[in-house]
């Protein structure tokens, strides 16, 4: 029987799908009543893909921070930027900008907030009486090296201030923008004064474009650890994070790079969903592969006691069970197949006072 209309005319149209974006979706902000800014001002503007990506001035009262999780790894970071434009969607700092008025999802890495005013918070931090000289961690939440960084330079400053005072800092990235600032961080290196962490999730360019699309090539991350090492500045490569499922099969074939290239040590962890990140990361999923979604979730779950968040320490960057096991096992390895088990680096403390207080060597 010959059809009457077309019945193509009442099907919904597939969902757009966001490229050169992470999250597809913007999760409610549980903070709805806190409202940062309705309708923040564009400041800065070269982005000519289908969302737009606004950078917003804020003035913080201070720039250092003091981490009080024992199994982060540092104690204290700084961060130029709120927000990151590099769109990891497995990013845990997405569920931070709920705190300002915004969602963890697209709102994440299209509204940056930015503190113009970090160098000058920061010298006047390391001139306090009250500071005594410990490893500060740029990028402990979001990247100092995102995109908007080539035309602000506020980490350059940054790394200027830690020179003008010989104050340790560590770096971590996955954009190889650090290279910019060979000069200081040549400077800092000689004093043992700076130890830098590139963070690699995939040597996959195809995945890469998906999982975190507007960061660093990683032949360019690559060149990047060949390039610093080679200038003696200490690497470390985090393969963070590692999903089961998704990207654990390339851990050996990321070590031999990186260890080829000069790095001196190697870290993982394996993923976490915790907050809106769950629900981000299962659309993400669902919408770049919906064959194996449910089979990645699950093997996720598994690492984390059957759930996709997970809070405990000790056991939540590791994970726990026999998929954890298995990727803790190839790390292992891996260390020791390509000599990757170098002791954790400790700057030096000693050359602070001295130019905290610049009079002093006048005596």
């Keep these: 029987m010959e059809e009457l209309f077309d019945t193509q005319q009442f099907q919904e149209p597939a969902p757009r799908y966001l490229k050169g974006r992470g999250a597809q979706i913007n999760t409610p902000n549980r903070f709805e009543n806190q409202i940062y800014d309705k309708n923040p001002t564009v400041t800065w ?13 804020v003035h913080a009262k201070s720039i250092v921070n003091k981490v009080e999780s024992s199994d982060v790894g540092m104690e204290y970071s700084l961060n130029p930027y709120q927000g990151c434009e590099h769109g990891c969607v497995y990013c845990y700092a997405r569920n931070t900008h709920a705190y300002w008025g915004y969602s963890a999802g697209l709102d994440f890495e299209q509204k940056i907030l930015v503190k113009k005013d970090a160098p000058a918070l920061l010298a006047k931090k390391l001139r306090s009486k009250n500071w005594t000289a410990a490893p500060i961690v740029m990028s402990g939440n979001t990247d100092c090296y995102q995109p908007i960084e080539r035309k602000l330079e506020i980490t350059r400053k940054l790394l200027e201030v830690f020179w003008q005072f010989r104050h340790p800092v560590g770096l971590i990235t996955k954009n190889n923008l650090i290279l910019r600032d ?37 032949l360019n991350r690559l060149k990047a650890i060949e390039k610093l090492a080679a200038n003696g500045i200490p690497v470390n490569v985090m393969l963070a994070p590692i999903i089961p499922g998704l990207n654990e099969h390339e851990i050996l074939k990321m070590a031999e790079a990186v260890a080829e290239r000069g790095a001196t040590s190697i870290t993982h962890i394996v993923v976490r969903l915790n907050g809106d990140i ?24 598994e690492t984390h006691g059957g759930q996709l968040n997970d809070s405990r320490v000790g056991t939540r960057m590791s994970g726990e069970g026999k998929i ?35 009079q002093l060597k006048l005596f």
Excluded: C
């Design 45 to 57: 503007e070269d982005d000519q893909t289908q969302i737009k990506t606004q950078y917003i001035d």
């Design 324 to 358: 954890a096991k298995i990727i803790a096992d190839q790390v292992k390895l891996a260390r020791k197949k390509y000599g990757l088990n170098k002791k954790k680096i400790s700057l030096n403390l000693d050359m602070y006072e001295q130019f905290k207080y610049p």
């Design 182 to 218: 060979m000069d200081i961080l040549t400077k800092l290196a000689a004093h043992n004064l700076v130890h830098a962490s590139i963070s690699l999730t995939t040597l996959d360019m195809e995945l890469q474009n998906k999982l975190e699309p507007r960061t660093a090539h990683p």
């Design 278 to 301: 769950g629900e981000i990361f299962t659309d993400w999923l669902e919408k770049n592969f919906p064959d194996r979604a449910q089979k990645i979730l699950n093997k996720i779950k």
